[in-house]
């Protein structure tokens, strides 16, 4: 079963910039179809952003788009999330998914347990 695991949240104040990971255990990255979603205190989980296998970026938050980037880096079956110009409104627990369909259809299989991002001066 895939397992994914996301490192590299923390504090940071407004304007600042964080650099999430999401580690696959799989030597087939370059097969999976990676999102990234955030769940802020007392809310639902929402999508940020998803980058296919093809290197397609699919924003979910119209507020990611221009701030948030993501990368895959097939070699070390990591995909990273590098999100600038943070704001508080960005607080909560980042979490990686894979699926084998597209962006799109949003039919995630796999999970990890999340990393959490708060922002605040």
């Known amino acids: 079963q895939l397992q994914l695991a996301e490192s590299g949240g923390g504090w940071v104040q407004p304007g600042g910039s964080l650099r999430l990971s999401c580690s696959l255990s799989?030597?087939?990255?370059?097969?999976?179809?990676i999102g990234w979603f955030r769940q802020a205190p007392g809310g639902e989980r929402e999508g940020v952003i998803c980058?296919?296998?093809?290197?397609?970026?699919?924003y979910y938050s119209r507020t990611a788009k221009g701030r948030f980037t993501p990368t895959r880096d097939n070699a070390k079956n990591t995909v990273y999330l590098q999100m600038d110009n943070l704001d508080p409104e960005d607080t909560g627990t980042y979490s990686c998914?894979?699926?084998?369909?597209?962006?799109?259809?949003?039919?995630?299989?796999?999970w990890g347990q999340g990393t959490q991002v708060t922002v605040s001066a």
């Open positions: 799989t030597s087939t990255l370059d097969s999976w179809t």
């Open positions: 980058i296919n296998m093809h290197n397609y970026i699919e």
């Open positions: 998914a894979a699926t084998k369909g597209s962006c799109i259809a949003r039919e995630f299989s796999a």
